[in-house]
Every structure is written in structure tokens, then in C-alpha cells.
């Protein structure tokens, strides 16, 4: 069992910064994936990001590289997204998600959500 709490959304304008926190309790994530997604009304989740729990490769969508960089703080069991140059689009709710290892099927344990809007 897992548990994963997201915050540190909020409102920014656009062009500016945030971080969002994702705290993981319940067990070990020294070989988990932890992985961001966002989803806006009316559509579907996508992902954003990824990163093992332990670092090494990461991933980002299209949509957002070069202006997100996902991380992790093993010693706090949280993961970290910064979200720079934030635009319009990037208006969302965020969620967490851990898969148990990079070869499992999906992410298996998804956090409730934190909002972050972006304005023109």
C-alpha cells in the first residue's frame, strides 16, 4: 500500500513558477517510478513527467520539456515537479503516481490532485 499527498499548486501568471510536492508514504521507493500527470476538465489525463525513485533517466512530454524538471528527495520520500514558463494550457489538476518498477503494466497508486492554474 501506498499513499501519495500532492501540493504546492496554486495561481501564477503566466510566464512564471512553480513547484509542486508529491509525499509518498507506506514503502521502500528505491526501485519505483514516480511519474506526474495532469488532467483538465473535459479532458483526458496525459502524462508530463517521470523519474525513478532512485534518479537516472527521466521523462517529459512533448508539451512540456525544457520548461519542467521533474526530481526526488529520497531522505523526505518526496517527489518534486518545477514548472517554469508556465503557460495557459498548462491549467490543470496534477497528480502523482507511482508505478512499482519500470516494468510494471501502469502506474499502480495515483495521489488526489492539486490544482494549478496559470493566466494571461
Known amino acids: 500500500q501506498v499513499q501519495l499527498v500532492e501540493s504546492g499548486g496554486g495561481l501564477v501568471q503566466a510566464g512564471g513558477s512553480l513547484r509542486l510536492s508529491c509525499a509518498a508514504s507506506g514503502r521502500s521507493f528505491s526501485r519505483s517510478r514516480m511519474g506526474w500527470f495532469r488532467q483538465a476538465p473535459g479532458k483526458e489525463r496525459e502524462f508530463v513527467a517521470s523519474v525513478r525513485w532512485s534518479g537516472g533517466t527521466t521523462y517529459y512530454s512533448d508539451s512540456v520539456k525544457g520548461r519542467f524538471t521533474i526530481s526526488t528527495d529520497n531522505a523526505k520520500n518526496t517527489v518534486y515537479l518545477q514548472m517554469d514558463s508556465l503557460k495557459p494550457e498548462d491549467t490543470a489538476v496534477y497528480f502523482c503516481?507511482?508505478?512499482?518498477?519500470?516494468?510494471?503494466?501502469?502506474?499502480?497508486?495515483w495521489g488526489q490532485g492539486t490544482q494549478v492554474t496559470v493566466s494571461s
Open positions: 503516481a507511482l508505478k512499482t518498477s519500470d516494468y510494471a503494466p501502469a502506474y499502480d497508486y
